[in-house]
């Protein structure tokens, strides 16, 4: 009782000594002067604030965007091989949605309160410098929580992350593979896995929300004991005034609230960080280097003449090669067929003419060495229709002519040629029907009838079919190797084909095996060799089969040799 009414005197001695200069200082008209003085400059300086900020993630976020999104599309392939799906949508989804959205709010926070705590110590530390030793040893021990929370937060703010792809990755393949999975029953299987998936997910997301509580608990502590002591302090000096002792009691209690805030704030924005990180890995190095550089004045491919040079590739450097010293020459305007076991490396030779992977030797077209030329060159100047034919979310029109070069009339004859034009005419938007997601209305064979319309209409010099007609009956397939004879009769064709009737009255026929060509000839010349791959390929169909081969192939070569 005694120590309070001491304070009580303290106080009124205080205020009665400083009574003239606060009256002085306190007009009312002084006071609503300084007033209006503080509140326009707070608005203006927030204003200003938020409009840099604005302007700066705004211009940051869409700089990171662009960056990343050219990076992924022209991205070498073995990237995609090495990054599943759900971890590249994660980056466009989460990291860019945190910086977009969050990083900022939480940064002009942090900076806010920031400032603001250091508003309060100095407030605090000018009434009485004692108090300054108690915040340096405070801050100390704010500085040890950030060194020991900050790395584990790191860690599991990673490995939260990482946990979320497989989800994603596993929802995406669930939903392109539903008809299959339904096919099969397996509904629970696919659900098992989610579920594994997620409670993986779920329980480091849990782990860093304790994570987060547990050093809330802490830093609330360490603020209880501050304020203690700050009080204690008026108990051992009793000659601070009341107003003294409740400004400074005051401003540590917001010092406690404002302090945890800042903590999380500061660790959320270095823990966010993480996804202006992410994003920036996959900024660079990410696209294909396009080295090649010769510009060439005339048409290039002109005559459409195709030699493979010592070819080798390997998908990666601790992989064996999957094509060994490959050497052959395609005359321009002949047509090949390529064919080999499953895994013999056709598609492979493929992929090495459109330059898809670094390989090792030369791929000359019409004597020019492909790796001399700029990629967007060597890939205008071939048209494929792929194994696996991909059509976008568009119109069928800009599907088909994606740049806008050719008439209606050039395509509707085009799709007439693969005799399609009917079924796309009666179709209530004709041209401009919308593919749907995954061209789910439209059949595999019809969509690769429309790669193909696609190759019709670039009219390159040099076509390269993936086992165009896999998915085709064989009906289909005669139409469509009869319109590939009389459309691109003057082109050079590769065909990589599993049935032989496709092929057999090519030019040549190209046989893989183990990454390897083991024959390159005309098929009734290979039909000789009794010992030969093609011989014994052709026989495994059964007798009548072969023979139906063998008298096509002869009366292909009579044809030509004549
Ligand atoms: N993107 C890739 N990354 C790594 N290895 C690959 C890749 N593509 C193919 N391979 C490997 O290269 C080898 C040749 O594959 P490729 O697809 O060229 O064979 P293919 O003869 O076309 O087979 P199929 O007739 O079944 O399509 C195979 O062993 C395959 O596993």
Redesign the pocket.
């Known amino acids: 009782m005694s120590s309070f009414s001491g304070l009580i005197c303290n106080t009124n001695d205080y205020i009665d000594s400083h009574k003239g200069a606060l009256e002085k200082l306190f007009t009312i008209d002084n006071f609503l002067y300084i007033y209006a003085i503080i509140i326009v400059l707070m608005i203006v300086v927030t204003e200003i604030r938020s409009w840099v900020f604005v302007k700066f993630s705004v211009h940051a976020s869409r700089v990171l965007h662009n960056n990343m999104f050219q990076q992924i599309v022209n991205g070498k392939?073995k990237f995609f091989?090495t990054h599943q799906s759900g971890q590249i949508l994660n980056r466009f989804s989460k990291d860019i949605g945190m910086i977009d959205e969050i990083l900022p709010s939480l940064l002009m926070d942090a900076i806010q309160i920031f400032f603001s705590l250091f508003g309060v110590f100095l407030l605090i530390s000018i009434l009485d410098y004692w108090f300054t030793i108690a915040m340096v040893v405070l801050i100390v021990i704010f500085g040890c929580y950030v060194f020991v929370m900050l790395p584990v937060s790191q860690v599991t703010n990673e490995l939260e992350g990482s946990t979320r792809g497989p989800v994603v990755s596993h929802l995406a393949s669930s939903l392109q593979g539903l008809i299959t999975i339904r096919a099969f029953n397996a509904q629970r299987v696919l659900t098992r896995e989610f579920d594994k998936y997620q409670d993986r997910h779920s329980s480091i997301f849990y782990m860093n929300l304790t994570l987060h509580g547990a050093v809330r608990f802490w830093v609330d502590l360490t603020c209880t004991v501050y304020i203690a002591v700050v009080t204690f302090r008026f108990f051992l000096h009793q000659d601070f005034p009341v107003s003294y002792i409740g400004l400074v009691i005051m401003q540590s209690t917001v010092t406690t609230g404002m302090s945890s805030f800042f903590m999380k704030n500061f660790c959320d924005v270095a823990n966010n960080m993480k996804s202006v990180e992410r994003v920036l890995e996959y900024s660079e190095n990410i696209a294909e280097e396009d080295t090649g550089t010769e510009k060439l004045r005339e048409q290039w491919p002109s005559e459409g003449k195709v030699e493979f040079q010592s070819v080798s590739l390997r998908?990666s450097p601790e992989e064996p090669p999957?094509l060994k010293e490959i050497s052959f020459t395609v005359q321009p305007r002949e047509k090949i067929g390529i064919i080999?076991r499953?895994?013999?490396?056709?598609?492979?030779l493929l992929s090495v003419l459109f330059h898809l992977f670094p390989f090792d030797g030369k791929v000359v077209v019409d004597g020019v060495d492909t790796k001399t030329l700029p990629l967007s060159k060597v890939r205008s100047a071939i048209s494929i229709v792929p194994q696996n034919p991909v059509l976008f979310s568009e119109t069928l029109r800009k599907n088909l002519d994606p740049f806008g070069e050719y008439s209606d009339d050039a395509i509707w004859a085009a799709l007439d040629d693969v005799e399609l034009k009917d079924t796309i005419a009666a179709l209530p938007a004709g041209l401009e029907t919308m593919v749907t997601d995954g061209a789910s209305n439209f059949s595999v064979g019809q969509k690769q009838l429309l790669c193909l319309v696609r190759a019709i209409l670039r009219n390159s010099k040099i076509i390269v079919l993936d086992e165009a007609t896999a998915n085709v009956d064989l009906k289909s397939d005669e139409l469509i190797q009869s319109t590939i004879r009389k459309r691109f009769k003057d082109c050079t064709i590769l065909t990589i084909a599993h049935r032989l009737l496709t092929v057999m009255d090519a030019d040549k026929i190209l046989i893989?095996d183990a990454g390897k060509v083991i024959e390159f000839d005309h098929p009734y010349n290979l039909l000789k060799n009794a010992n030969g791959f093609f011989y014994e390929y052709i026989h495994k169909g059964g007798k009548n089969m072969a023979e139906k081969l063998m008298n096509m192939a002869e009366k292909n070569y009579l044809q030509k040799a004549a």
């Open positions: 392939m091989n998908y999957v080999g499953t895994g013999a490396g056709k598609s492979s893989m």
